[in-house]
């Protein structure tokens, strides 16, 4: 008689738990995905429950899928002892889920919610570095693509230079030659001035010939790269060739001091009771700039949005904590300085401006040395996000050179201390301070090493997972 695998597996094995989450969330955009006719297909469900679960495990690769499905009993009882080749399963996880995992995603939030593990009443918020499935020797850098392309145009207007040159003497023949370039010019337009060049030189010498080969290898080989390096990078400052939305950042699985660039992913998620209940992919390295995208996409997707948001100094800037305010979201995130500020040395220090006596009425400071820093005029700033920030700039109304304190107060060129205020992000520092340091925000806040940093540990220490098998933006999303 055949072994039954339903003997061998525990009620209360993990296996049993994704087959029952699996049945209850509602998979009618995975059914509706085939088309019908034709052949039998393998049931959608029971290759998704066996692709979660081997992921679960750690086994990304779909041979080694393939192979527990023949081998493993788990496995074996997840699929009804049906043996789908490894063809079969990556065909289902690229063509069939590829644009339903964000989906898939959102139902088994939904049914965390409603068995009350999750309520997104607090949002831990952190993010990791992902190596990218590709090679860290084919690096391509904004800053050098802009260099080799002006370089190449140089070049290009002294060949054009030379071939007018030389054509001075058959001008009888040939009649005169157009062959001015604007500064700012692309491959379009260049090849535009060969082809018209072309028919001019066809009674030409070799050498004008030659060179007028050599411009089109130039626009062929070279011009048209740059361009489409350009388009590629698109704003970030690297990519990589073998796999374009990769973005070049620092490897942190090491030292500090041995830190090296490999291509990859900025990986940002949000947990509550060690639950991923958001997360995002993102091609730039910072973390300021991911909040608000990360946030947009988690509602839209998830369509919850968090009460309260608990993140490291890395997301502290006044664009986030204003969005956070508009959108009525508590922020439990720490500012660059907030640590250094809560120490005796930096409360007793009489040379910060922050310890220094402030006169709202007249809109002046008092230094250390008693001289009064008064308001001079104000600044406006705008970064590459269009975001909009207001400072005031503030001067001694004498002159710092004979002042006892110069060396310790002032290390400007000037010769009267000048330093801005920036009251908006002051303000919102102080309402974020008054929340951290109140007993509940110390003790929510303490909870955030526990929370998200572990589910990283998981994923990367225990499940080894430290490097993406598929490549783009699209691609990573199903790993």
Known sequence: MPIDPESFIPQTHLVRIIDKIIDKIDTSHIVQKYKGGGTSSYHPLMLLKVLIYAYIQGIYSSRKIAKALEENITFMWLSKL????????????????????????????????????????????DRTKIEANASKYTIVWTKSTRTYKKKLREKVKNIFDEIERINEEEDRTLGELDVGLEADYDSKELEQKVEKLTQKLAKASFENKRKERRVKKLVKLRLKKYESYEQILNGRNSFSKTDNDATYIEDEGRPYEKWELKAGYNVQIGTQNQFVIGFSIHQSSTDTVCLKEHLELVEKIIRHKPKNIVANSDYGSEENYLYLKKCGINSYIKYNTFDLEQTRRFKKDIFKVKNWEYIPEEDIYICPAGKRIKYLYSKVSTNERGFVSYEKVYQCEEICNGCKYRDRCYNGKRWKKRFSVRLRIEKLKEEVRQRLLSEEGKKIYRKRKIEVETVFGIIKNNKGFRRFLLRGLKGVKLK
């Open 82 to 125: 049906q043996t789908p080749d490894f063809r079969t399963i990556n065909r289902f996880r690229k063509e069939i889920i590829f644009d339903c995992i964000e989906g898939i995603f959102a139902e088994v939030i939904e049914l965390l919610v409603k068995l009350w593990y999750v309520n997104f009443e607090y949002y831990y918020l």
